[in-house]
């Protein structure tokens, strides 16, 4: 960040009064910008013994498979937004979704946030974003090619959890460290 949105004079880091941390503030008008981490909100979207996994159009990872999900909107829920992404992504509508697994990645200033749910008819598509929309059993799943850790842990952990038909919300961080290989799943 170079200038200030609120007046259009330059902008410098410091730790603002009564802040702990450094933040850009503006030099004329002294108006503290904030910076948080991004939501992404997505679905596990499930139909009898499989899942709903999208091809990406799009960069990042483009041509991998992933869950649909996206970045939140102002003026959504979470649950909003994940549905919205469902939709935009696979043309999919989701009915029963409850908050299943949460993901911080401090290290992308990320938040995940995957709600499982159930697919209520077989009417999907691609949308603008994916490239194809298929429904994979646990077998069929390209794990090779999943887009992002995310994706793959999520997959992993509903596996397991469906074993015992027990579905609690999960809480876990992803963090690297420099000079850590980044693996996708």
Known sequence: MKFCSDCGEQVSQRIPDGDNRSRYVCNHCETVHYQNPRIVAG???IHEEQVLLCRR???????????PAGYMENGETTEEAALRETW??????VSGQELYMLYNLPHI????????????????????????VR???EHEIPWDELAFPTVGKTLKQYFHDRQHSHYPI??????YRPG???RVS
């Open 43 to 45: 679905c596990l979207v």
């Open 57 to 67: 159009a799009i960069e990042p990872r483009l041509g991998y498979w992933t869950l």
């Open 88 to 93: 935009e992504e696979a043309q999919a509508r």
């Open 109 to 132: 200033n990320q938040v995940y946030m995957f709600f499982r749910g159930h697919l209520i008819d077989r009417a999907f598509a691609a949308g603008e974003e994916s490239l194809e």
């Open 135 to 137: 429904l994979f059993t």
């Open 170 to 175: 999960r809480m876990k961080d992803i963090v």
């Open 180 to 182: 850590q290989t980044r």
